[in-house]
């Protein structure tokens, strides 16, 4: 589990995946590796996420990180550890989740922005929490007041992250890594241009670079 947490903080980029046709799965994993962002959410809001992750986790596994998101009960948690997922995303913070991932050995970073979230979150054993959705609670500004009452937390922040704001939030001392969708965006994966996925994957690994340096 902290191998899979460290890597996070080294690649820094979560890209949030929604896979509607289990074929584009390899196709799009391995634009995102080459564009250097081997890391990847996919996402439990289509029928197919389960599938997605199987074939991403049995073909990819030794190129990349594969986890799931948008995991709201424990079925979606087992379905998902089952099939092959290293770290499991929560909107929110769920117990039945939080006890899934830890009798598996998973990292699970949940959704929280309230204090009140967050310390529920962390009084279930948990240090890395996503921000969602960042840009409605507040964005980079909230993310520094909440760095002086919750010191050893990480943050991901994800919704309204992009290209244009990714810096900002990188640069922030609690920020581990950021979630996005915007260099696998639909149009993307349903015309198949996977050309953007790996170019924009690309930029935002060299921000990542920039800011190691």
Known sequence: MSNVAEFISEVRIVPVVKLTDVKTTLPVMEALIAGNVPVAEITFRTDCAAEAIRLAAEN?????????????DARQAEAAIANGARFIVSPGYSEAVNGVCRANGVLYVPGAVTPTEIM????????????????????????KALGAPFGDIKFVPTGG????????????PNVVACGGSWMVADKFIKE???????????EAAEIVQSLKK
């Not at 990819?60 to 709201?72: H, N, P």
């Not at 244009?164 to 640069?171: E, P, R, V």
């Not at 198949?192 to 690309?202: I, Q």
């Open 60 to 72: 990819l596994g030794e190129k990349m990180l594969v986890g799931a998101g948008t995991v709201i």
């Open 120 to 143: 529920q979150a962390y009084a279930g054993g948990n240090r890395i929490i996503k921000f969602f959705p960042a840009s409605v609670y507040g964005g980079t500004a909230a993310l």
């Open 161 to 172: 992250v992009n290209a244009a704001n990714l810096k900002d939030f990188l640069a922030l």
């Open 192 to 202: 198949g241009d996977y050309a953007a996925v790996t170019k924009l994957s690309a």
